[in-house]
């Protein structure tokens, strides 16, 4: 995570200052439960909440009582007794450290998944968008990176709606995974805590009550999350790529926008370079790269280690910081994509007329020619058209033994881009419920 | 994937054998289906159940066919038409060798999915077993390998049930993310296929049909699928890791299983060594490596190509036989491991009471004795335990100090171990909804 | 490593022949030694040498004791007592089982390198012959995807001989890194076995003593070793996408070879897909992958565990035969590459002069315009080729403004292609030491 | 790269203070000696650098300017412009930003490369230091987790010693790798720049120039630099982990050093926690983690893309601040290592005398007893020791099998730990050369 690649939606997240108003409100919730079960008296958890509510938890003030504690949640409890007063005795009995740790760290993961949420919800409407205005855009298919059979740019834009509608399913389920909370004390045992305090403050935090947690959160949760922000991002790489191959020079079906008074990267004018999609394919490759530290981290020793902590104060907020920003720049890209229909006819028509070779195979072949005979007849007529330069048609009607075969009315029919793209709406209808 | 690690019932999901009934029935539920909307004759289509049904697909001739045509499904289609004699040429109609061969592997993917849940079944019952066994079994919990506060062994096994039935809902989505059936012809524009056949051979194969294939069956899917196998890789060695520890000689809480006559590696008894679990923790590393190659397959050039297909070919069989083995290893580890309540007890009496030092603290605190004096005097007391070797309690019982905060049995009650494993009954019922 | 990506010479060194001999030759060798210091009988050592040299390792019979054993390498041995006879009781004295399999496994990954090494020597020599062939075959070089100036086909190639040159290097140093041999008994203490038996066995094996092996020999070698693989494996992926992208329908600028006779994969003869190099790219995902899994094992527990062994089995061979495989396949790449010299003009000319608007830039520059006016007047007539189809010479010599500032001669020679590439020889000289 | 793991040596030379100044060496180098040849002024060149050493570059005023031409080397060069005067117009005559950036970046990690290469030279003394001071000290060694053989604490120092020193060697090979420098222009042909200005700036900035660039460094370079990087740091984590299971409460071997007045994390006083290499476990993962993206972003497409230049903007500083980060801490740790010699010997008696069995085993077969009699011997007593408590010197003594293979002399022998200690000479001979 670095500025430059950064929200600050995301990134406020990730600020001490959030990290201890989390922290803060998991104390504060705690209390509250300790009261209503009658552990503290009630009057100490208003108290807390009061001035905790009121107060600005100073960073550098906590920074600086850390230096001497060398513990984290210590300085932040050692600042809020300043704010609070006697009653600060009440907060934090019976729990650990890592109890609010690990409970704040899924919150903050809660919330960077509400954002990717909307993150997606954008890219999908603008893929949408574009989806349906290029619905009938006749552009080739490709496989090899080889002209294959026609399709359309419609078409491309609705595998990557479904592709993206998947990644947000997935994102959904791994937010549920680390939407947990574990208020359980040293070990996980409850010993010096009921249950029902965690269940209050899982409550109050919009997170579901660990089963059985061990002073962790099960390490396997987070794993889950951030390998699914990897395929996520791996997703992300497919669509910049897409656009990286359709901006190539030889092919510039479709181009990043580039406003009109921009001027290029020198004096020649088709000098625009697809530097967002080239740089979404870097970022696509950090993202995915932090689900390995995220997956060595399960193995904690017994009931916990601290080895996952570095760990994920690093990935923490690189991971959704990066894929935050990424999925805004991939929104951006789809929604101004300067999208050229008539360079698409121009590569689809580069061979006149061979990519209706196929169709015309299985035409000789239905009209009773011999699989052998029929690939010879089209082969003979396609080479004049690769290596002659000939349009493919002509040769057809002007070949006896194809004519014998089928009438011209039959031949031109199979030339027909229609017949290719007669299935959008199906597919649309698939993706979107619409056509 | 390497015999030695290998079991029947997976390996043979990836055998040729298997692979080309798959194909075959592809195939002939595509026929089926292109009868039923009059594309070919109905006896066609039935004449190729019957003759390939009654057929064993020659590997070694297909082999041969392949050495000349370099094309494996041309190969398979070449040898079943001299099965099936003359109706052979129904056969394929419109599809496109990636049809078979992407909806053949989600096939095997998901067969594959079925025998991983079986195991997982057969894991979560051996720790569900084991855990109520022990459900009271105490063991001194360990943060950062360092002793902590006691727990039960049934807790730490209930934690690991949580866990892995965590990764069986992971398993089942992954499942369901790779159970997609292709038929959509050459660039997926159903073309020359009716999207009809597609929803036909789905049903028929136990798949849902894809919404969009582009040739290609989308490899997010597969990404998110290996990713989830690394993941419950790594929840593999969490355990296998917790049951190395557990049997290292200093603390021998639980051992492998040794069968009575077996010869130990050396002359020495004590030389049992966790060599499954050792062998487990290797094995979960390549798990987890097989989720990079399957995220960066995802990004696929256009429509298709065919760098996917190597990584495969590979990963296919390498990741679900591996993984299947750890889990039917680690299954029987659990199943059969020896546990030792007495060495339990020991350790956790190694430090003769001390353990229960930070309940003394907080009697103290709660008698009205300032946090500061508690502390000093839980201190002066622990360290006498640690450095002359002196029984915890009594040193408390004889402290003037400490006796002057609380009554004797006050003092006695905290050395209750039933105090810290209260809410193991809790536990179990948020884990197993009985206890 | 699946057969269809195997090459026999590799995969022999992973036979369970080959490690028995090597395993033989190792455990015949610590005999002389063990001679040599008086330990055990000459005689017995050169029994040991003339059995185990006449006889053949039945490895079903291996196999068989191992069932039995559980344990490979007193398997073997066993099976060595049966051919050589009562000396038999000489073998092995004061050794474990890790020195022979740890010091085996360096000799099948040096004697891997060895072919490796082979391999690129192979490609490199393609590369270089290849180069010279193209040294001053003119060729549009890209940034971005987009033409940026010209340079040659052969600088294209000399980059790529001096990627792999420098993977020599770094190969040769990973081989150096795995041949060692440790021949040092339990935990590595020499307590049963002279250190000169290490010594012998090592110079005999070809390897140099392992400075402290404490039973094993550590990880961190074969770390390097695999990542440097993975390395290798990573600059294959970069030339196989440069032939991908070459071979794209729109460029077609060079293609994997296709004989004379050879069918395209469909009636268009523009069908020629680059299947070659989508399968590299596909193997090297994979050979990348198993770095990962490597660097994991170093961490071993105190003097040895067993998790590396699992992992070893399966990437020793895996990273190998693959690798292997593919530098054997890019090197055919290469060799029989098609190159066309006409498209890769065409390209280069594809906007009709534009690729020289810097050097007409710098030149106004050079002539006293400031830097502001020339770029306007570059860009004036760079549209006007951009737009309009225009030619960009043509325009140029038509605008006042320009001609004032640049005589037609001068302007002319701004076209010059060899401008580009004089410097040809001077970047041969670095790579190849000739030109 | 997060404060809390930053040193700032290291964090300085990735500021931006640093980059431009380096940036501005290299034109300056660059302008040299373009002036040399000729190409600018001599005075130009002169004024140039005056103005530059004079000058601070003001960063805030080169983000203001870059926010307006979204080009940071623009950026830089307008504000180096106007800190020079007129004479700017003959910087970065003929080069490309690349040219800039590459050169910079290698500038970077080569100075980077040298900090790490002192954190090493630290580490190695502090492990030599200790290694001496614990050559004779025994302990137990083990394999599997489980006591094997004994081994000095200083062998064990000594083997971290011989892989570091490995990790050395190979950091000095990587800093080699990414000591080049590129000044080519655009796609490297040197078309608009003499190749002399290439050599003359390599040679001012300690770099060799790269054979051949194409606008870029070729990134096989990096990729080898990183995973190079990953594996020192997973030789961190194996000595982490080795202190981490010294450290375990029931091993106590070894601790992290423990300021007198610290206070433990609660009221015991074995609560000491390897917190310290728990979070080198953590980072070496990172760093890890990195060497992936590393290895993804050697195929750029064609001349070059920037699809490297969001991974390396991340790991460049991650990396190598993490890493310095983790080399510091690692040799504190080693420098300050509490060890427990008494508890060393304690854990080795663990099983009173078992851990001589082997030899014990051997002498009776030298003796003429055969194996299997020997090891039933053997076995019989030794079952005693494990599950009576009794001592094993005394059971064999008393074994009357035993001493008519035996006397008691030779017996007693066996339970000389020297036996096992006699080659730490050797060992630290080869090692240290001297011992």
Not at 62 to 67: C, G
Not at 148 to 168: H, M, N, S, V, W
Not at 178 to 205: K, L, Q, W, Y
Not at 419 to 434: L, M, Q, S
Request: aromatic share 8%; glycine share 6%.
């Amino acid at each position: 995570m670095i500025p430059r690649y950064s929200r600050p939606q995301m990134t406020d997240i990730w600020s001490p200052e959030t990290k201890f108003r989390i922290w803060f409100e998991i104390e504060a919730h705690a209390c509250t439960a300790l009261a209503e079960i009658g552990v503290i008296p009630k009057s100490a958890a208003e108290t807390i909440w009061e001035k905790g509510n009121a107060a600005t938890f100073d960073v550098a003030r906590i920074d600086e009582i850390e230096a001497v504690t060398k513990h984290d949640v210590i300085a932040f409890l050692t600042h809020l007794a300043e704010i609070v007063g006697p009653d600060a005795r009440f907060v934090h009995q019976g729990m650990t450290s890592s109890d609010v740790l690990d409970t704040c760290f899924n919150v903050q993961l809660t919330r960077a998944s509400d954002l990717l949420l909307a993150d997606l919800d954008g890219l999908l409407a603008a893929l949408k968008r574009r989806a349906f205005e290029h619905k009938d855009t006749i552009t080739i298919g490709r496989s090899h990176g080889i002209h294959a059979e026609p399709t359309t740019f419609g078409i491309k834009l609705a595998q990557a709606y479904a592709e993206f509608d998947r990644c947000r399913a997935r994102l959904v389920a791994a937010r549920e995974e680390i939407a947990t909370c574990a208020i359980s004390g040293a070990v996980g045992t409850f010993a010096n805590i009921d249950p029902r305090v965690e269940e209050h403050v899982a409550e109050a935090m919009g997170l579901q009550p660990e089963a059985v947690s061990t002073q962790v959160i099960p390490r396997d949760r987070h794993a889950m999350f951030f390998a699914t922000l990897g395929v996520i991002a791996s997703s992300v790489e497919r669509l910049a790529i897409e656009i990286r191959h359709l901006q190539r020079t030889e092919v510039l079906e479709a181009e990043e926008y580039f406003s009109p008074g921009q001027k290029g990267s020198s004096a020649m004018p088709h000098k625009r370079n697809p530097v967002l999609t080239e740089n979404l394919t870097g970022l696509a490759r950090m993202v995915r790269g932090y689900a390995l530290p995220a997956m060595e981290n399960v193995a904690l020793w017994h009931e916990r280690d601290i080895s996952h902590s570095s760990v994920e104060r690093m990935i923490g907020p690189d991971a959704t910081v990066t894929l935050d920003f990424a999925l805004a720049r991939l929104t951006g890209v789809i929604d101004k994509l300067l999208v050229y229909p008539d360079h698409m006819m121009d590569n689809l028509n580069k061979f006149r007329g061979l990519v209706h070779s196929q169709r015309v195979l299985l035409a000789l072949t239905q009209a009773g020619v011999s699989r052998e005979d029929a690939y010879r007849l089209v082969q003979r007529n396609a080479m004049k058209v690769w290596e002659e330069g000939k349009d493919f048609l002509e040769e057809l009607l002007a070949d006896d033994e194809v004519t014998a075969a089928l009438t011209e009315d039959q031949i031109r029919e199979k030339f027909d881009l229609g017949y290719h793209t007669k299935h959008a709406d199906t597919i649309f209808n698939r993706v979107f419920g619409e056509s």
